[in-house]
């Protein structure tokens, strides 16, 4: 009787043990709970934060560009300023603010900008350019080939600027062929780097990822062949393209496009 007592006794009293140790436990949830809440309100408020300055950064941007389109030129630079304050990656701004500095005659600080520029974003074309202008400007020759020469390479080979950039580098005794070369180099190699082939073509192909990849490459040269008006080599390209992958629209049409636009050549 008294072993069930006992029984009874510690079987009351086990509840209770449980309770102090979830009791005991509860705070450290609670806080930690707390911490992970505070955290992800700091995250919130931070990006929160950065939008907004990037919001207000642009329209700076804006109102300088008004200011220099009307001929107010430090009006503009203080709004430039502003804009790369409130948020030092805009790179544009940068560029912005070099156009500014080149014409107060201030070709130090207007390269400062245009590098600036370029590290925020090196895929943008315009600083390519102003550097080179100024170094051509200044004599040195050698700098502006570089920066005409990048300027070329990143864009669409008749784009405008693309086309101002090879005539000053004409002027600098660099020959179009290779221009060309150096172009089609470059652009090649980022397609290759780019790894981004999907798919498999459908039949008995021993390597369908091999064959959509090099698909792709003869699709990119024969594009930019046609960029330069060599329209007979664009379409050798294309239909390599075509036969490694048959079905691939984006070949069919740039096909047809090249054919029309070499029949209207000749």
């Known amino acids: 009787m008294l072993a069930k007592q006992g029984e009874v006794y510690y079987s009351n009293l086990n509840p209770i043990l449980r309770m102090k140790k979830v009791t005991s436990v509860l705070p450290t949830f609670l806080?930690?709970?707390?911490?992970?809440?505070?955290?992800?309100?700091?995250?919130?408020?931070?990006?929160s934060t950065e939008e907004t300055s990037r919001k207000m950064a642009l329209e700076y941007r804006d109102k300088g560009l008004q200011a220099q389109r009307s001929g107010d030129l430090d009006t503009a630079m203080v709004f430039l300023q502003k804009a790369v304050e409130l948020d030092p990656s805009l790179g544009v701004?940068?560029?912005?603010?070099?156009?500014?500095?080149?014409?107060?005659?201030?070709?130090?600080?207007?390269?400062?900008?245009?590098?600036?520029?370029?590290?925020?974003?090196?895929?943008?074309?315009?600083?390519?350019?102003?550097?080179?202008?100024?170094?051509a400007k200044e004599g040195e020759f050698e700098k502006a080939v570089m920066y005409f020469k990048q300027r070329v390479l990143i864009g669409d080979w008749?784009?405008?600027?693309?086309?101002?950039?090879?005539?000053?580098?004409?002027?600098?005794?660099?020959?179009?062929?290779?221009?060309?070369?150096?172009?089609?180099?470059?652009?090649?190699?980022?397609?290759?780097?780019?790894?981004?082939?999907?798919?498999?073509?459908?039949?008995?192909?021993?390597?369908?990822?091999?064959?959509?990849?090099?698909?792709?490459?003869?699709l990119f040269r024969?594009?930019?062949?046609?960029?330069?008006?060599?329209?007979?080599?664009?379409?050798?390209?294309?239909?390599?393209?075509?036969?490694?992958?048959?079905?691939?629209?984006?070949?069919?049409?740039v096909l047809e496009n090249v054919h029309r636009k070499a029949l209207m050549a000749n």
């Open 158 to 218: 008749n784009d405008e600027w693309t086309m101002k950039a090879r005539r000053e580098l004409q002027s600098l005794g660099v020959d179009d062929p290779e221009i060309r070369q150096d172009f089609m180099e470059e652009h090649l190699a980022r397609v290759e780097e780019m790894g981004d082939i999907k798919g498999s073509p459908k039949g008995n192909d021993l390597d369908p990822k091999t064959r959509k990849r090099q698909a792709r490459l003869h």
């Open 222 to 253: 024969g594009k930019q062949l046609a960029y330069m008006g060599q329209y007979l080599e664009a379409l050798r390209e294309l239909s390599y393209a075509e036969v490694l992958d048959p079905r691939n629209k984006e070949i069919e049409k």
């Open 93 to 135: 701004a940068y560029n912005d603010l070099g156009v500014l500095y080149e014409a107060k005659g201030w070709s130090d600080r207007a390269k400062l900008a245009y590098g600036k520029a370029i590290d925020l974003d090196p895929n943008m074309s315009s600083p390519y350019y102003n550097l080179g202008s100024i170094y």
């Open 31 to 47: 806080g930690a709970l707390i911490l992970l809440l505070n955290l992800a309100a700091g995250l919130a408020f931070a990006q």
